[in-house]
């Protein structure tokens, strides 16, 4: 059982650049959301999706996009990277209910020059 | 709005002692729940322990518990028989019906041999 699984672990970007950062889970998950965790900062919430085409914004969604085409895969696209976006992403899924806890892909760690 | 505070950046103690992790949050949601994540150097979040808010009784996995006081909204993490492998960053968490989760900025904990 996979989990949640995303692509790639590391990417290094030219400030302008655009991409796409992959996640895609296996366990029917309604869920799925992108966060970013930056140093002193914990976790925060950039976008979300409650099904698939269903989508919506987070806490810090400015520079990102996002779609649900599929109830298995949520990507997070950069279209014009910037130094700010330099981070950790992570890509968490879970059940519809409020009482599951998400689990959470193994990170992204994007570095934008 | 929804904010989870961790007031310990860094804590530290003995293999075998037992260590306590403070966590407070403000919501004014009636039903939520609550989690501990646990982020080891490898980066992956795993899931700890979580509470709902609707149950008194305080939760408890293994060497892990909680003491969860709705009315201060403190939500604070006991470990017992500290191991090597607890060494970790610690994150307070908060969810709501929207499913979404509220990070806290984490604490480093050390585990010393």
């Known amino acids: 059982n996979a989990g949640v699984t995303q692509t790639p672990k590391f990417q290094v970007l030219k400030t302008g650049q655009s991409m796409t950062l992959q996640c895609a889970q296996d366990?029917?998950?309604?869920?799925m959301s992108w966060y970013r965790q930056d140093p002193g900062m914990g976790l925060r919430l950039i976008h979300y999706s409650v099904g698939a085409g269903i989508t919506d914004q987070g806490e810090v969604p400015n520079g990102y996009n996002v779609s649900r085409s599929t109830t298995e895969d949520f990507p997070l696209r950069l279209l014009s990277a910037a130094p700010s976006q330099t981070s950790v992403y992570f890509c968490?899924?879970?059940?519809?209910?409020?009482?599951?806890?998400?689990?959470f892909g193994d990170g992204t760690r994007l570095s934008i020059l | 709005a929804q904010t989870v505070t961790q007031s310990q950046p860094e804590m530290s103690v003995q293999e075998a002692e037992t260590v306590t992790l403070s966590c407070t949050y403000d919501t004014s949601e009636s039903n939520y729940y609550l989690f501990w994540y646990k982020q080891p150097p490898s980066r992956q979040m795993i899931l700890v322990i979580r509470q709902e808010a609707y149950k008194q009784q305080n939760a408890t996995e293994n060497r892990f518990s909680v003491n969860f006081q709705k009315a201060a909204k403190s939500f604070s993490l006991k470990i017992s028989d500290s191991q090597l492998g607890d060494t970790a960053m610690y994150f307070c968490a908060f969810k709501t019906g929207a499913n979404n989760l509220f990070f806290g900025t984490g604490t480093r904990l050390t585990v010393i041999p």
């Open positions: 366990m029917n998950h309604e869920y």
């Open positions: 968490a899924s879970s059940g519809q209910a409020s009482n599951q806890p998400q689990h």
